[in-house]
């Protein structure tokens, strides 16, 4: 298996509610990544898990709050955002010096 | 800091012919990677070719092939025999090494939207 899977899709949410998009990959990857992408605009990092652990944690909001239950899932979990949150969120994984994308999830806060 | 920049927002090819993306990049490190990412309308964000910095030999991965120039921190990518499938955002990308893997220092540039015309 050597993808890195996205749930969901699309996801619709108002400012209010709490969703979570899930990340999951089973090439035995140790670090793992969650980037937001606005249209026409190159990936930004948010968060790096290494070893299950919180490395990097590029200045996100509190409204984004990660967790990596296990070495082969990562969730981001979403409450009280605002519209410009709208985004695709790319997870992805690596082991070594390659980046594997997921297919992201199209978010759009109302 | 390290930045990378693609100067050209769009280009557009012919079906069959030969096209050049630019990407320059600066650093002060010796030790580094560079990525050619293409990501198609479909989004899904997938990895064209890699240069280890200290390789000399440009990398090439069937019709993509890269110009890595480290003097002139330049990094171009030429697609041979361009097919309508190649049509997607390119970004290029920086990575350091210092930190022995990857921990998520990837550096993008703004991208190139390549065309190919049939």
């Known amino acids: 298996d050597t993808e890195v899977t996205q749930t969901p899709k699309h996801l619709v949410m108002g400012m209010t509610n709490k969703k979570s998009l899930k990340c999951e990959q089973h090439?035995?990857?140790?670090?793992m990544y969650w980037y937001k992408q606005k249209a026409k605009k190159p990936p930004e990092l948010m968060f790096v898990y290494s070893y299950e652990k919180l490395s990097i944690n590029e200045s996100v909001p509190s409204r984004f709050s990660p967790e990596c239950p296990n070495s082969s899932l990562l969730n981001l979990h979403l409450h009280a955002l605002q519209p410009e949150d709208s985004a695709l969120y790319l997870c992805a994984s690596s082991q070594g010096h390659e980046q594997f994308f997921g297919p992201g999830t199209r978010l759009t806060v109302l | 800091a390290q930045t990378v920049t693609q100067s050209q927002p769009e280009m557009s090819v012919q079906e069959a012919e030969t096209v050049t993306l630019s990407c320059t990049y600066d650093t002060s490190e010796s030790d580094y990677y560079l990525f050619w990412y293409k990501q198609p309308p479909s989004r899904q964000m997938i990895l064209v070719i890699r240069?280890?910095?200290?390789?000399?030999q440009n990398a090439t991965e069937n019709r993509f092939s890269v110009n890595f120039q480290k003097a002139a921190k330049s990094f171009s990518l030429k697609i041979s025999d361009s097919q309508l499938g190649d049509a997607a955002m390119y970004f290029c990308?920086?990575?350091?090494?210092?930190?022995?893997?990857?921990?998520?220092?990837?550096?993008f540039g703004k991208g190139t939207k390549l065309s190919v015309k049939p």
């Open positions: 090439m035995g990857h140790r670090a």
């Open positions: 990308a920086y990575e350091t090494n210092s930190l022995g893997g990857s921990q998520g220092n990837l550096i």
């Open positions: 240069q280890e910095a200290y390789k000399q």
